[in-house]
């Protein structure tokens, strides 16, 4: 049961994200339009790998996350030795499959991890980091860039996220191809918890 707890907080913190950054993605001359970009993406599929590590215990799982505006299902395989996990949003809320497990559903993501853990984490928060920019709406501190421009190190609602590589990820747009740079490897830390989301692979629809 502990280690479907410790994979439940890892998952939802998931709503956070390797691959070598590529010396092809060019400098960001402008900071607030690669925010707006970035904050204007809704959907996207990326396919990697989680680990979670805290001072009793530590793992990994394979994740699919599939985002669809306010929609998503994400899909951990092999995650602690315990199976399968999908965690996906309901008319409802949000709910937690496991097999062998009965559901779990809660009216929000943050009530889940609550209910099953007693964990508290902003994780509409998360979905705007995995992204590789700040959230709106509480203070935030970039205390580095990369020498493209881009986000090193945050701080934000008590945690500190390092992004360690970029990927150069293309869409396809209505004006013809264009390219972001999305997060390949973050690692997120508070206190005694280390969260590490490596990127295989990003996949943005056409717009």
């Known amino acids: 049961m502990r280690h479907w707890r410790l994979l439940l907080g890892a998952a939802i913190v998931a709503l956070a994200a390797g691959c070598a950054q590529q010396p092809s993605i060019e400098p960001v001359e402008n900071w ?6 970035a904050s204007a993406l809704h959907s996207w599929t990326l396919s990697g790998k989680l680990g979670v ?5 530590s793992g990994s799982a394979r994740l699919r996350w599939k985002q669809q505006q306010e929609e998503y299902r994400i ?3 092999g995650p602690f030795g315990q199976g399968r996990v999908i965690i996906d949003t309901t008319e409802s809320g949000v709910r937690l499959r496991q097999g062998g497990e009965p559901p779990l559903e809660a009216s929000s993501a943050e009530d889940l991890l ?5 964990w508290r984490l902003p994780v509409e928060d998360l979905t705007y980091w995995v992204r590789g920019i700040p959230a709106p709406g509480s203070d ?3 205390a580095a860039r990369t020498e493209n421009g881009l986000v090193r190190q945050l701080e934000q609602s008590g945690w500190t996220l390092h992004y360690e590589e970029y990927q150069r990820v293309e ?3 209505r004006r013809g191809l264009r390219t972001l740079p999305l997060p390949g490897r973050i690692v ?20």
């Not at 590590?53 to 215990?57: L, S, T, W, Y």
């Not at 206190?191 to 990003?202: A, E, F, K, P």
């Open 32 to 37: 607030d339009a690669h925010r707006a970009a």
């Open 188 to 207: 997120a830390e508070r206190g005694d918890t280390r969260l590490t989301l490596i990127v295989y692979d990003w996949s943005l629809p056409n717009s």
């Open 114 to 118: 609550w209910q099953a853990t007693g």
């Open 140 to 142: 935030h501190v970039i």
């Open 53 to 57: 590590r805290v001072p009793d215990d």
């Open 171 to 173: 869409q396809t747009t």
């Open 75 to 77: 899909d951990l395989s």
